[in-house]
């Protein structure tokens, strides 16, 4: 398998290559069992359980021949069906376009444009729906209840902006809803699948709000947010008329707000956080609530608006124990869910909730080979930064050590990607392997990590290699003053921005590390500014204000 070539090649590296005159050897104490690289690498079992519509069956992705393909199997039963068979690149996406159709999406050759296909859940009536050179599908409103239709977003006609067509599922025939001008970058439907908003960058950095009363109408702009500032509609109330959105406009972190489109004005705060980011809003489309609010603390929290569901919550916790539970999938009808349980030390189990019987059936763990116990602590940490900010990441040790009798020990520093994301509390191949290996890894959430406000963000804005890079130096310092880093057996790896923070590592504190993988990382701006698909380019401009313009910084 390819993957896991490549994550022998990394770990060949993370003992053979040398940064410094010292270098990495092995922990000595190694937990009772050692998995093999394949057991944490190779893809999952069964994963991304979906219900269809009438909730009679459920699809999931599993290996066919080694990639993730799409399987559909009647509730009840135990046979599934193989709906796909692709043996170039794993499937990672689909969604029910209907009780008996199933759409995915896959690109081509690793090209980063997603085609939309087609597929009936008895295997037959294979389409290509969106199989264009060149242009990527984007899923706009699935248009519950309209069984031949969905509206997507297509770079077709103009490379750099979606247009929005009302496709339909089953022969490909699509129809022009709109004609981007150049600069929306999103739209958005009222209940009724009519289109009705759009996001819009209007000078390059900022964001405009459109929005039009009815299909007819022309849209408007209603409101234009800076830079610093975000709103953004989430979706309509259950009358088409306001919105929610989630907003930091006027306060430092995301609150869920009643937006009104006629006058461009928040109404009200609906839910606020003071110590985190808001980023997740939750509905009943059948009861035409809204259930729940979502926000990453140390680990995932949820603020409930239905007393219903947040006693399903607690169900689950007190039958299934203190993980992460999220609903992934409803029925219609919404008396069946699939629930997702996961955790820093469980890749991941889904159960099927019956709201009537109230029974709950485990139908898959990810993962199963892998067990929970064998697996290593995922732990909460914090540090103060040499300028007094307080920095929030994780230590993973090898089972049987943690902040009390871990002492001089080789240390993997794993600096997340992005750099505008978070690490999360959640399983990871990669921590488990190298924490099964008896390493420690430390993670940490840089200034600019997202869901720690406004304020902490705009610290990141052009410091790459500069105070991002020092959050980074400070932790590993912090774990050499507590004692539980080896000096002279410190690692750094990274991906996408990860690997700059790991190049940036070596070349500023060489003497820090003793040995550097930068896996896919950035290593000229330059070249990485300049290489930005078509699809990019209306967003430049941002990345120059976040990251530094190549001629004027």
Known sequence: MKVLNIFRILIALCITVIITNSCISKADILPAKQYSVEDFFRNPEKVDFALSPDGKYFAYLAPYQNRLNVYVQEIGKKEAICLTSDTARNITWFLWGNDRRILYLKDKAGDGYMRMFGVDIDGTNLKGLTDFDQVHTEIIDVLPGIDE???????KRNPQVPDPYRLNINTGEMTLLAENPGNIMGWLTDHDGKLRLAVAIT???????????????????VRTNNFDEGLDPVFFKFDNKNLYAISNVGRDKRAVVEFDPYTGEEVRVIYENLDYDVNQLNYSRAQKILTSAGYWSWKREWYFFDQEYENMFRRFENELGQMVFEVVSTDRAETRRI??????????????????????????????????????????????????????????????????????????????????????????????????????????????????????????????????QDDITDGVNWLIGKGIADPSRIAIYGSSYGGYATLAGITFTPDLYAAAIDFCGISNLFTYLKSFPPMWKPVLDMYYELVGDPVKD
Request: proline share 4%; net charge positive; charged share 20%.
């Open 149 to 155: 239709y969905v509206i997507v977003g297509l770079n």
């Open 203 to 221: 000078d390059g950095i900022n964001t405009s709000i459109l929005f039009r009363e009815t299909e007819n109408k022309p849209f408007r702009n």
């Open 339 to 468: 629930i997702m349980a996961s955790g820093d030390k469980t890749a991941g189990s889904y159960y099927l909730h019956d709201s009537e019987t109230g029974k709950i059936e485990k139908i898959a763990d990810s993962k199963p080979w892998l067990d929970e116990k064998e697996m290593a602590d995922m732990i909460p940490v914090e540090y103060t930064s040499r300028d007094g900010l307080t920095i929030h990441g994780y230590l993973t040790f090898p089972r049987g050590y943690n902040m009390n009798n871990a002492k001089n020990m080789a240390v993997v520093v794993n600096p997340h990607g992005g750099p505008w994301a978070r690490d999360i509390w959640r399983f990871s191949p990669m921590v488990q392997f190298l924490a099964n290996r008896g390493y420690v890894v430390f993670q940490m959430n840089f200034r600019g990590s997202q869901s720690y406000g406004k304020a902490f963000s705009q610290l990141s804005r052009k410091q790459w290699g500069r105070t991002m």
